[in-house]
């Protein structure tokens, strides 16, 4: 899972210090937008709207412009209503993708992804071909800097299901029901925490050893990624450390 891991860190920190600011406010709002409409909007009783909360304050989006999207959620103020749709497929060297994204308008979306899809060297696939093989957990990511032993034992003392580092992180991975409950068992422990999600991890991987087909793929995962319409990408793939290197360089 090393590939899929060091993937979602490089472009969370590109998201970070992402120009177009604009497009993340949006993609962020339409997050709280439908976790509202699909759970409600009391966020200590919805993980997702409280996720997609947390996520928006880190970006910087005001306030006032979260408290409009849960309102928009939940019907309270007029607006576009979005809906959760998920595309599964395949890309170079077989590899399994989810997308997840938030459309008002499903048709004109599945048609986009479908285009990106084949342009890039994969295919738009039917629902369930590849969701199998991934299983959702909660993932709370912390600086590599603290002891790691120390960590293993307080993450199983809080009730985690385990704990993998990856590139600069810690990630503590969880039950998707017990996300909140370990990540403020390990705050108060004093464990500083980068950020806290859901994740759709694989269970399997595809080794990409080759250094056009792994091109291909990245290419076609940014482009994912780069959709208005796109919340999240998940990917089974595992590049070499030596390959990814050399593309991130490139």
Not at 120 to 149: N, T
Request: net charge negative.
């Amino acid at each position: 899972m090393s590939g899929h891991s060091k993937w979602a860190n490089i472009k969370y920190r590109k998201a970070a210090q992402d120009s177009k600011r604009g497009k993340l406010f949006q993609k962020l709002v339409r997050a709280i937008i439908t976790a509202a409409r699909e759970g409600g909007g009391d966020p200590s009783a919805n993980i997702a709207l409280k996720n997609a909360i947390e996520k928006a304050k880190e970006a910087n989006v005001p306030m006032e412009n979260i408290q409009k999207a849960i309102k928009r959620g939940t019907g309270e103020l007029e607006g576009a209503s979005y809906e959760y749709v998920m595309y599964e497929g395949y890309g170079p060297g077989g590899v399994a993708i989810l997308v997840e994204a938030t459309t008002d308008n499903r048709n004109r979306t599945a048609s986009e992804m479908r285009f990106i899809f084949t342009r890039h060297g994969g295919s738009l696939g039917e629902a369930g071909c590849v969701s199998w093989i991934f299983e959702k957990r909660g993932a709370i990511y912390i600086p590599s800097q603290v002891d790691e032993d120390e960590l293993l034992l307080t993450a199983a003392e809080a009730g985690a299901m385990d704990v993998v580092k990856e590139d600069s992180s810690f990630i503590v991975y969880t039950e998707p029901s017990a996300l909140n409950e370990v990540s403020e068992f390990l705050a108060k422990q004093g464990y500083p925490i980068d950020r806290c999600e859901m994740a759709m991890i694989p269970k399997t991987t595809v080794q990409v050893s080759d250094t056009g087909e792994a091109s291909k793929l990245l290419k076609l995962l940014d482009a994912l990624e780069d959709h208005d319409d796109v919340q999240n990408v998940y990917a089974n793939f595992d590049i070499p450390d030596e390959i990814f290197e050399q593309l991130e360089s490139a």
